[in-house]
């Protein structure tokens, strides 16, 4: 015969990936809030940019938002590997980072 499953642990351990999800997606937004200078902002100019951002339906705009984006992530890799022994290297970005997002919001 067969073991009958144990619907209760199945539901449990679900619910306690979904946690653990929702604890990372919060973290690592909450580190590109950070890497980006974003930090340097209000709650509220910041909570402003982001409902901007999600309203936006110009196509135009959200690639070229992608494009800056990616060229962020790919410049910071290249950072990290360029200089993996050294955590400070991590965060002279940010000064860079911040600039580059106050001027990309100008000019939109």
């Known amino acids: 015969m067969r073991k009958p499953r144990d619907f209760d642990a199945e539901l449990k351990s679900l619910e306690d990936k979904t946690r653990d999800l929702k604890a990372r ?37 959200r690639e070229a938002w992608a494009k ?25 970005p940010q000064p860079g980072g911040a600039q580059q997002a106050s001027g990309g919001a100008g000019a939109s």
């Open 25 to 61: 997606k919060v973290q690592q937004l909450g580190e590109l809030v950070i890497s980006t200078g974003a930090d340097a902002l209000t709650a509220d100019e910041l909570a402003g940019a982001l409902i901007v951002l999600a309203e936006t339906k110009d196509t135009g705009k």
């Open 68 to 92: 800056r984006g990616a060229a962020f992530f790919q410049s910071r890799t290249r950072r990290i590997a360029s200089a993996p022994d050294h955590d400070v290297g991590g965060a002279q």
